[in-house]
């Protein structure tokens, strides 16, 4: 009978065991539901943890007041923020003063998702910043500015009535309205930036004519890059279409450039910049009041020396682009122009096109760049090549006449 009990026994445990072991287990992760579950997002997000969704109905939430760093919301979690309808899922800023800024948003977690919101504010308030890698923007209204600070980051299929700033590294912006911003549609100062798929216009609206204080203001600004720009209407902006600065590395191709003040402005590049390097071609370049401007930007009693142009290619070796005021023929009919597209003294698109691209099709690959560069023989070159190595940045400027 011991023995019985004994082995009766082991087959339980034994049993058991294996329960224990087939048995599924649970996910840890669950949906926070504002405001049946907590009555402020604030709340929401604070009872949240990894993985969790914090899913909030159609409504205003307006918080009463600021909190740490004049943030309103800091996620700080790797959570999806979900609103249940984009249009009428609305998130207020804290009421301000005229000087005091404040964020709404603010995301310093990686690989957090949000989506669904009209995020607005008073004053001269931020909509968001993100600081973590990994996260997606996807499907917001935003009323104030936008900043992406980190790497690694998708923003696509949002509004923005104000201006977005990417400042980190490897992001994607996709698919965006950019539209009626008071300064700039976009400031580009990151590195590996893809931007395509984007409407960008009627931005620079509150440009005054001024471009010595207000040379931001207009449809997108390059101060970076690599940057990789293409398959976007950037149309009607105050000012320019496209603004490359002083250390711009864009390449940009299959864009409708249209009716801006200036199609691309060249700002602040010259021959001394050896880092700003620029492609521009296979654009359509329409009824702008001018396709290309340089600005001289004054300060005090100097002006900036070189007009920039010399660090754009305006064609890639075997097309360039579509200029609405081309005058020239196309007499074997390749669909190259026969004469240059003369740009400046110095500078032109050789292979201007002599039809409209699509810019749903994909652009002629660029000619692939030399494996080294050519040997200067210019001793002021070398100098400006020293400088450069000892970390130096080099400014020409003259004196107004």
């Known amino acids: 009978m011991k023995k019985t009990a004994l082995a009766l026994t082991l087959i339980l445990a034994l049993l058991i065991s294996s329960a224990v072991v087939v048995q599924p287990a649970k ?32 409504g205003t939430y307006e918080p009463l007041s600021k909190t740490y760093l004049n943030v309103n919301f800091v996620i700080d979690k790797s959570i999806n923020f979900i609103g249940e309808d984009r249009q009428e899922t609305i998130i ?60 690694n980051n998708t923003f696509s299929e949002n509004y923005i009535k104000d201006e977005l700033n990417v400042g980190g590294s490897n992001n994607l912006i996709s698919g965006n309205n950019v539209t009626r911003c008071p300064g700039a549609g976009m400031g580009l100062l990151g590195q590996n930036v893809t931007v395509r798929d984007n409407n960008i216009m009627n931005n620079g609206v509150n440009y005054d004519g001024n471009e010595q204080y207000n040379w931001y203001m207009g449809g997108m600004y390059v101060g970076n890059g690599p940057v990789y720009i293409y398959r976007n209407n950037i149309t009607d902006n105050r000012q320019f279409g496209i603004g490359l600065n002083r250390d711009s590395n864009a390449t940009i191709f299959n ?18 910049d050896i880092r700003a390097a620029n492609k521009v071609y ?120």
């Open 27 to 58: 996910s840890s992760s669950k949906t926070i539901v504002v405001p049946d579950d907590f009555s402020t997002i604030r709340d929401a997000i604070d009872h949240a943890n990894a993985g969790d969704t914090v899913f909030v109905r159609k």
């Open 255 to 272: 864009n409708n450039i249209l009716r801006n003040e200036v199609g691309i402005r060249l700002l602040l590049l010259n021959r001394t």
């Open 92 to 151: 207020m800023g804290a009421r301000g003063t005229q000087s005091q800024v404040y964020l709404v948003i603010l995301v310093n977690a990686d690989n957090v998702t949000i989506s669904g919101f009209t995020i607005t504010s008073y004053q001269s308030m931020a909509s968001l910043t993100v600081e973590g890698s990994g996260c997606k923007i996807l499907g917001n209204n935003f009323m104030g500015r936008v900043g992406i600070d980190g790497e």
């Open 282 to 401: 296979y654009n359509n370049l329409i009824n702008n009041t001018k396709n290309v401007a340089t600005v001289q930007i004054h300060v005090w009693d100097f002006i900036s020396g070189f007009d920039g142009t010399d660090a754009v290619s305006w064609d890639n070796g075997r097309v360039g682009n579509y200029w609405s005021d081309y005058t020239g023929a196309d007499k074997d009919g390749d669909g190259i122009g026969d004469a240059n597209y003369t740009i400046n003294a110095e500078n032109a698109d050789r292979y201007p096109l002599m039809h409209q691209v699509d810019i749903s099709t994909q652009a002629p690959a660029p000619a692939p760049l030399p494996t080294s560069p050519p040997i200067a023989y210019s001793m002021g070159f070398v100098a400006v090549i020293v400088l450069v190595l000892l970390g130096s940045t080099v400014y020409v400027l003259k004196r107004k006449d």
